[in-house]
């Protein structure tokens, strides 16, 4: 694993406007080959799971649930208790 010292092309050099003496660190070309795109899709996917469930047991949940006689839901009343 690693040691994958690519050089960056001339023409990737033309595009990022370096010089040929620089030796510039190219993130694009780091990421494209050190990212397995299947764990990225994963890892986003279990995200969004986890920021929708947090938002339906923290706030639709709470704000459309009636506790009764004497528990004040502003969200119900319109601000009125």
Do not use: F, W
């Amino acid at each position: 694993a690693g040691g994958n010292n690519q050089k960056m092309t001339a023409e990737r050099r033309k595009k990022l406007g370096i010089a040929d003496n620089e030796d510039e660190y190219d993130l694009e070309m780091a990421l494209d080959n050190n990212t397995d795109p299947i764990i990225t899709k994963i890892i986003a996917g279990s995200l969004i799971l986890s920021i929708m469930a947090l938002l339906i047991y923290g706030i639709v949940i709470p704000a459309t649930t009636d506790y009764g006689e004497g528990v004040c839901n502003p969200l119900l009343t319109g601000g009125r208790c």
